[in-house]
């Protein structure tokens, strides 16, 4: 492998392993505010060990993400020095607003969250809950920003030639509000929400199979549940906004989502199939005809760009793109599917007697997960050959001094370390739920709350 597919490598390999993380974070500060907002409403202190479990299990996932995030700032400088000298400006600028907005907030409230339970007011106590969830939001939406403005850049100007060329921002809310930021901020905060919910229903299902800590269970799956339906709607639109921002701002992108070729009205949406690039065709494809078009346009007259209209060297990898994304969509709508079964099953009475449903709920915790991951594939895969989109291509962000072989050494030794904290987080996850809260069962509900 040549320079270039390494590094991509590598620095895809650490993102991956980052982003199992902060969609935990994120979406399990949702589940912790509203834990914590009914201990407040009913005195219940059920409510209250319920939450201290969970924030249990969100600073592991905090620390790891901390940990395994902090490599990816150094592989900016090392194997992308070309584009960090290019971008310094912009890219900075939203890293250094996630550093004072959201990670000193995140994380100096959540010192508070984690050992103040004894020192600080229970209204003291949930605003810091409060704080370390919305830190940990404010902290994707900067990240997202800076991502955005790769994907569609806005707000700024070229100063210098050559080498010394770089982007200076010149109106510093559009370079933030940039074309598809808000879109793809929303979709991601919603994968993110989906993420901890479901990891918190998979865990009450677990001990409900298990018939251990039942109450805790059947209570932690009930708003987990309103969380994940909410969530999983909210991200079936927040993704068709998002694919016609790119229908409008990266065709090249849609054309490989949808293996369209040639430019056309009446554009079809496919089901399934395997893409034949050589050939320009789907194999084994099963497509509803006029609904791409229809989707993004509100009419089957809607005309939809082919790759064709692209030089070869402009256009994206397909079949990759065009996998990923179906199995995004795919993975999205069963989790619809998954949420509504769970509440529909909850508003007859049966939810927690459905033993086939409760199996379901434990494996479904993968499929947030696996969801982001190729979500990250169709937008980074999707706007290749560039880094920044009509302006740099990947192959020219590149370190001018870096060498194959230190590369693939760091590789290496990044891809094990990776591993073994993956194991030590499994670990580690798997001995809280194994020790399981602290017997919240036992705890009598002062307002008369049945246990079960």
């Known amino acids: 492998m040549d320079l270039e597919i390494l590094s991509r490598l590598q620095f895809a390999i650490t993102i991956a392993f980052h982003y199992i993380y902060p969609p935990l974070s994120i979406g399990l500060g949702i ?23 969970w924030v249990k299990v969100f600073a592991l996932t905090f620390a790891i993400g901390v940990a395994s995030g902090i490599v990816m700032e150094f592989e900016f400088g090392t194997n992308w020095a070309t584009y960090s000298r290019f971008v310094g400006d912009v890219f900075g600028s939203a890293l250094a607003a996630e550093g004072i907005f959201a990670f000193f907030l995140e994380s100096g409230f959540l010192a508070v ?29 900067w990240i997202v920003v800076a991502n955005s403005w790769m994907q569609t850049p806005a707000g700024f100007k070229i100063v210098g030639e050559g080498i ?28 993110c929400w989906l993420a901890g919910s479901f990891l918190v229903i998979s865990v009450g299902a677990y001990y409900l199979i298990k018939n251990k800590h039942t109450r805790f269970a059947k209570s932690s799956i009930k708003i987990a549940l309103v969380i994940a339906f909410i ?33 056309q009205t009446n554009a079809p949406l496919y089901l399934f199939g395997w893409v034949n690039e050589n050939n320009q065709e789907v194999k084994f494809g099963v497509a509803i005809p006029s609904l ?12 939809v760009k082919g790759l064709n209209e692209f030089p070869k060297d402009e256009r994206p990898p397909v079949n ?11 993975i999205g709508f069963l989790l619809i599917l998954i949420s509504s079964l769970g509440i529909f099953y909850w508003l007859k009475g049966t939810l927690f007697g459905k033993k086939w449903l409760l199996k379901i709920f434990v494996i479904s915790v993968l499929l947030p997960q696996i969801a982001n991951q190729i979500g990250w594939i169709v937008a980074e ?37 990776y591993i073994g904290l993956f194991i030590l987080f499994l670990f580690l996850l798997n001995e809280k739920i194994k020790h399981g809260p602290e017997d919240v069962d036992s705890i009598p509900s002062e307002l008369g709350h049945p246990k079960a």
Do not use: C
């Open 31 to 53: 589940v912790m505010v509203v834990m914590e907002g009914m201990y407040l409403k009913t005195k219940d202190k059920f409510y209250e060990n319920m939450t201290k479990f």
């Open 113 to 141: 969250l984690v050992f103040g339970w004894d020192k600080v007011g229970p209204r003291m106590h949930f605003f810091s809950t409060l704080m370390v969830a919305l830190g940990s939001m404010f902290s994707a939406i």
């Open 164 to 191: 010394n060329a770089r982007a200076e921002i010149t109106d510093f809310w559009a370079m933030v509000f940039n074309p598809s930021s808000v879109d793809r901020l929303l979709h991601t905060l919603s994968g």
């Open 231 to 263: 969530s999983s709607l909210f991200q079936l639109f927040t993704g068709h906004q998002s694919a016609v921002g790119v229908a409008k701002n990266q065709p090249a992108k849609l054309a490989a989502m949808e293996a369209i070729f040639e430019t």
């Open 292 to 303: 791409l078009s229809y989707l993004i346009g509100f009419s089957a007259d809607t005309k």
């Open 320 to 330: 990759i793109v065009f996998q990923a994304y179906h199995l995004m969509v795919a």
């Open 381 to 417: 895969v999707g706007r290749q050959p560039w880094i920044v989109y009509g302006i740099m291509k990947t192959s020219e962000g590149l370190s001018k001094a870096v060498q194959e072989g230190q590369v693939w050494f760091s590789l290496i030794l990044f891809t094990l370390i």
